[in-house]
């Protein structure tokens, strides 16, 4: 546990050093909440953009910090040293997930203290199950990240794929535009990035609707086991 806490430790230091994944993933999200705050007319426009925000620190770290870091570290090496050493790569995988994970939580609660503090939402929905939804999309975007790692064979070629998939989920999943002032060809064409349905399911818990997304939860629940299958049967170590 000692060498986990350490590997931990050491992911929070190399991150703070570069930043990349502090701004995409704590104060962008941070700052557009703030933004539409100002924007949202009622609660039920604040509480949905809330939901929405709030997925956009698990992209960053899940699509973007988690591949880039891990084909990093296999390309330079570290992963093949630490194997020949009695302290086990998979600690240091282990820690980078954990680290990208909390980054995430601490993403999401930032904020919600923004929309509650600072523009006076009102959650009225379930926090349980709200909790349980941003679980799940959590792990089926990292998921998709660890597949990125596992199946791309340089740190630049992972660079080009994690853009090519988290600039148009950005944009278009309704994570900083939503979907309803979409031209309705950009919102058929949203409903094939997973955070879209990750995005109306916390919607739905947010707000206390019936729950009828199921084709969603499917889908996020597919990605998950997929993801987490291949990337356990395709990751290398060096």
């Given at each position: ?82 194997k020949v050493t009695p302290v086990s790569p998979s600690q240091l995988l282990l ?144």
């Amino acid at each position: 546990m000692r060498t986990f806490w350490l590997f931990y430790t050491a992911e929070f230091k190399l991150s703070l050093r570069e930043m990349s994944s502090f701004i995409f993933g704590l104060f962008l999200p941070i700052g557009l909440m703030a933004l539409m705050g100002f924007l949202a007319s009622s609660n039920e426009e604040l509480t949905s953009s809330f939901a929405a925000v709030a997925t956009i620190g698990l992209v960053a770290t899940g699509v973007m910090s988690l591949p880039l870091s891990l084909s990093s570290y296999r390309e330079r090496k570290v992963l093949k040293r630490y194997k020949v050493t009695p302290v086990s790569p998979s600690q240091l995988l282990l820690a980078h997930v954990a680290y990208c994970f909390s980054l995430s939580i601490i993403s999401m609660l930032s904020v919600y203290l923004v929309a509650t503090l600072g523009f006076g939402m009102e959650f009225v929905g379930s926090h349980m199950r709200f909790i349980l939804f941003y679980v799940l999309v959590m792990i089926s975007i990292h998921a998709i990240g660890m597949v990125i790692a596992s199946l791309s064979p340089r740190e630049k070629t992972t660079g080009a794929i994690s853009s090519a998939i988290f600039f148009p989920m950005f944009l278009l999943s309704g994570a900083t535009i939503p979907l309803s002032v979409m031209p309705n060809a950009l919102e058929s064409l949203a409903q094939i990035f997973p955070l879209t349905h990750g995005i109306q399911l916390l919607q739905t818990a947010v707000q206390q609707q019936p729950f009828d997304h199921w084709f969603s939860l499917f889908i996020l629940l597919i990605i998950t086991v997929i993801g987490v299958v291949v990337s356990i049967r395709s990751f290398k170590w060096e």
